[in-house]
């Protein structure tokens, strides 16, 4: 069994800055694409950044020059660093991993998820 546990969200004033991290735990032997969603009460889940295993990075064309997806093998953790946030940023953001387990079983594995809130 794998999870994805996530941290970091808050209230922040726009302009400013926050950086998310998700971390894989349980047991692993490795892990693809990572990639941050976002959702919005009655909204469809959004793909945010993506991050292949090889550190091909994509971004959604609303966060593109402000957030930057990153991540440390070693510590099998994903992070996402907003900045200039804006209002319209607020979100609950979800950390997704594909991910390879010690047995041979493949994961698609979601976080609970952390709140993001941007306003004054």
């Known amino acids: 069994q794998v999870q994805l546990v996530e941290s970091g969200g808050d209230l922040v004033q726009p302009g400013g800055s926050l950086r998310l991290s998700c971390t894989a735990t349980g047991s692993i032997f490795s892990i693809d694409a990572m990639d941050w969603f976002r959702q919005a009460p009655g909204k469809q889940r959004e793909l945010v950044a993506t991050i292949t295993g090889t550190g091909y990075t994509e971004y959604a064309d609303s966060v593109k020059g402000r957030f930057t997806i990153s991540r440390n093998n070693s510590k099998n953790t994903v992070y996402l660093l907003m900045n200039s946030l804006k209002p319209e940023d607020t979100d609950v953001y979800y950390c997704?991993?594909?991910?390879?387990?010690?047995?041979?079983?493949?994961?698609?594995?979601w976080g609970q998820g952390t709140q993001v809130t941007v306003s004054s």
């Open positions: 997704n991993g594909k991910i390879y387990s010690l047995d041979g079983k493949f994961y698609n594995v």
